[in-house]
């Protein structure tokens, strides 16, 4: 039996996510089977995997995150301003600040409309930005905040940090030459993080800019990754590195403006959000 999906691809700084209004998919529709389907860029739309966007009872909208590979993530920073463009501009809502539930918890959206009245940009309060506890050797848990590890590339400053999922931000001299599809998936499956993590590489260039590449959980390599770029500002704000006020992280896709509130540890993350083009597919079973 054949079944039409109607999608819209849009993309945060390169970081690209099918989006469907979840009310109209089929009651049986399996959302990680269908992630792993329409996210092949051979066989299907392309993508870092599906976002289904819905009411909410807690908020204004939810939002649910397939990765490419059919698993399921917390939160994701380009996905949240992107599903702010998509219930605007769409006419969902005439509201420029919206509340949106995600698993992380709820998110406050801030979206400043273009000069044609779409949305070209959104600001996401992420929520807070600490330390995270990873597994020890002795099977124990506490915060790993700028301690050394060397996976062959020599001594590397790391810092784990929770922004509603799991990073490990690693230090680097040059994240242009860091062996991110080696050390990424390694670190990734690290027995410290029994359910996984998102592993950054951060340059820092100076007080307000770094330079950060990304091997996402569940999706490899991306162009770009919100949380991982709040959890990079975050980090780096920790270990002295950078101000904690607005921090240009630096990404493959673009760049984002972060700031961190030490006292309040709250993070606040602007960029842009893109339409791609809208379709529908034939999904067959």
Not at 24 to 48: F, N, Y
Not at 183 to 207: K, T, W
Not at 255 to 277: H, K, N, Q, Y
Request: proline share 5%; with cysteine; aromatic share 6%.
């Amino acid at each position: 039996m054949a079944r039409v999906i109607r999608f819209t691809k849009m993309h945060g700084l390169g970081n690209d996510y099918i989006y469907v209004w979840a009310p109209l998919l089929p009651r049986d529709a399996d959302p990680a089977k269908l992630s792993v389907l329409l996210s092949d860029r051979h066989t299907g739309i392309g993508a870092d995997g599906l976002i289904l966007i819905a009411p909410s009872r807690k908020a204004d909208f939810s939002m649910r995150i397939l990765n490419a590979d059919g698993s399921e993530a917390q939160m994701c920073g380009n996905g949240a301003r992107c599903v702010g463009k998509y219930v605007h501009d769409k006419g969902l809502t005439a509201k420029t600040d919206i509340t949106l539930e995600t698993l992380s918890g709820i998110k406050y959206l801030t979206l400043h409309p273009g000069a044609d009245g779409k949305i070209s940009s959104v600001t996401v309060g992420m929520g807070a930005g600490v330390p995270l506890d990873v597994v020890r050797g002795d099977g124990q848990k506490s915060p790993w905040i700028g301690e050394t590890i060397d996976i062959g590339e020599g001594p590397t400053v790391c810092t784990a940090i929770d922004m509603g999922n799991p990073h490990l931000v690693m230090f680097v001299t040059d994240a242009e030459e860091a062996h991110v599809s080696g050390i990424g998936p390694l670190m990734e499956r690290s027995p410290m993080f029994p359910g996984g993590a998102n592993i950054e590489f951060a340059q820092v260039m100076d007080r307000r800019h770094i330079r950060m590449r990304v091997w996402e959980r569940g999706s490899g390599i991306t162009r770009a990754c919100g949380t991982g770029a709040c959890a990079t500002a975050v980090a780096s704000a920790m270990q002295g590195y950078t101000d904690p006020g607005d921090c240009q992280i630096i990404m493959d896709g673009g760049t984002l403006a972060v700031s961190w509130d030490p006292v309040s540890r709250e993070v606040l993350m602007t960029g842009p959000a893109t339409l791609v083009f809208e379709g529908k597919i034939e999904i067959c079973e």
